[in-house]
């Protein structure tokens, strides 16, 4: 397969050519890459409206996902908001979307500067503020009460990996005719374990490089419903900055020669993960979530903090990616290799167990709204202490580590009875409308 991106900038490095165009290191850096980082000069096609090595490249991931896939140089939180926004043009008016509570920030960013209405899922029995349960049979009572949503918004898998059928969930979308939006950040490498759980969704995005061995910043917007390219394209500039970096779309290219026998590694090396699951449950501890290639950890009820086990692995040059006073998160990816699951392996074997940890058993309550997101987010602010904000409506975005649930988020409430909460988690202080 041909890597047009990369194709370019070899050839234009190799020409060591007078640089008179941005980026003003002019291929001379204190990194050693910088010869590679270029800008849309000529030949080097316009991300936004690409008709040459772009234009190609896309192609190739469009092929390899089995639907119309463009590049993002700005991560997943890009394509969240071009989603919205391509919402509004296909709808025609400022649409209305139900989403779940763990929505990414970048969902509430977006929906403030559309003006997007959002009616939140309620909550499920076993909901926390970490982690939601979404059912299609609670996706229809939303549907059923609330007239004219045009869109159903789903983040899978979470941060914790846990994971929701979208199956059902589509058949429902389809009966009340609202489109079926979904995050998938998390979960790139899920096209290639067999059977892709984005296949029900009309738009959705992944991120490259949570999952996939891509550069920071590399991710993709699936678009299966019929939107034309340039609409795609106007969303996604509306939100981007108009110098994209050439590094990490060359890395989307590279990617996509990878891709074509990802699906053989990959089988190979869940196999991998699995026994290190095994391992672990045999020796104790609990596990959380059922995304294949992430390990959490209830550390509670392995009788620690998950900042205990974070700050013990750290001791060991071992880095999670997310420790809270529960649980604790390993992103893996085939690159981590047999060598490295066995050096997380056995550095959690040598942990003593202990006593578990009572649960507070927190659940999560969807806060009274109100006023809109909009009108919160662009209201005049006060920053306040926490515990002076109870009665308060909140004028900014609060979460605790995306995605996970917003405990209040611009336009709702902020509760007397959930600033324990917040205090607990190191929120000291809030942004409220003045």
Not at 71 to 81: D, I, P, Q, R, T
Not at 124 to 142: L, P, Q
Not at 257 to 270: D, V
Not at 335 to 362: E, M, R, W, Y
Request: proline letters at 6%.
């Amino acid at each position: 397969m041909r890597t047009p991106i990369i194709d370019f900038i070899k050839e234009y490095e190799k020409k060591n050519p007078l640089r008179l165009h941005t980026p003003g290191h002019k291929g001379r850096g204190f990194l050693g890459f910088e010869k590679y980082d270029i800008t849309e000069l000529y030949g080097a096609d316009e991300l936004f409206s690409p008709s040459g090595i772009i234009a190609e490249s896309e192609k190739n991931a469009s092929e390899i996902f089995g639907c119309p896939t463009y590049y993002s140089a700005e991560g997943s939180s890009l394509c969240v908001k071009a989603m919205i926004y391509l919402l509004s043009q296909i709808k025609g008016k400022t649409p209305v979307i139900t989403a779940s509570r763990n929505a990414h920030k970048s969902f509430l960013y977006g929906a403030a500067l559309c003006g997007t209405e959002v009616i939140w899922l309620p909550p499920h029995e076993d909901d926390t503020y970490i982690s939601v349960t979404v059912t299609a049979d609670g996706v229809r009572r939303v549907l059923k009460a609330n007239k004219g949503v045009d869109a159903v918004f789903i983040t899978t898998p979470d941060y914790l990996g846990k994971t929701t059928d979208l199956s059902d969930i589509s058949k429902v979308c389809k009966e009340y005719g609202a489109l079926l939006f979904v995050d998938g950040a998390h979960g790139a490498y899920l096209h290639f374990t067999g059977d892709d759980p984005y296949k029900y969704a009309d738009i959705y995005c992944t991120s490259a490089h949570k999952t996939l061995p891509a550069l920071t910043g590399a991710a993709y917007l699936h678009v299966r419903y019929p939107v034309p390219a340039k609409t795609v394209k106007a969303a996604l500039s509306a939100f981007a900055s108009t110098s994209p970096s050439y590094l990490i779309l060359a890395s989307l290219d590279g990617l996509n020669e990878y891709l074509s026998t990802y699906k053989e590694h990959l089988s190979a090396f869940i196999p991998l993960v699995e026994k290190t699951k095994t391992k672990l449950t045999d020796h104790g501890f609990v596990l959380y979530g059922g995304e294949p290639m992430k390990i959490t950890l209830d550390a509670n009820r392995y009788g620690y903090t998950g900042y205990e086990i974070e700050k013990y692995l750290v001791g060991k040059n071992i880095y999670p990616e997310y420790a809270d006073k529960k649980f604790i998160t390993f992103m893996i990816s085939e690159k981590t290799g047999a060598d490295g699951l066995d050096t997380l392996c056995s550095s959690l074997l040598c942990l003593p167990k202990k006593a578990g940890i009572s649960d507070n058993g927190v659940k999560f309550r969807t806060p009274d709204k109100a006023m809109s997101i909009r009108d919160a987010f662009f209201s005049q602010k006060e920053t306040l202490p926490t515990g002076e904000c109870g009665g308060r409506i909140l004028s900014d975005m609060n979460v605790i580590c995306p995605p996970a649930v917003c405990p209040v988020v611009c336009g709702e409430t902020v509760a007397e009875e959930l600033i324990p909460f917040l205090l607990d988690i190191g929120i000291d202080k809030l942004s409220v409308v003045r």
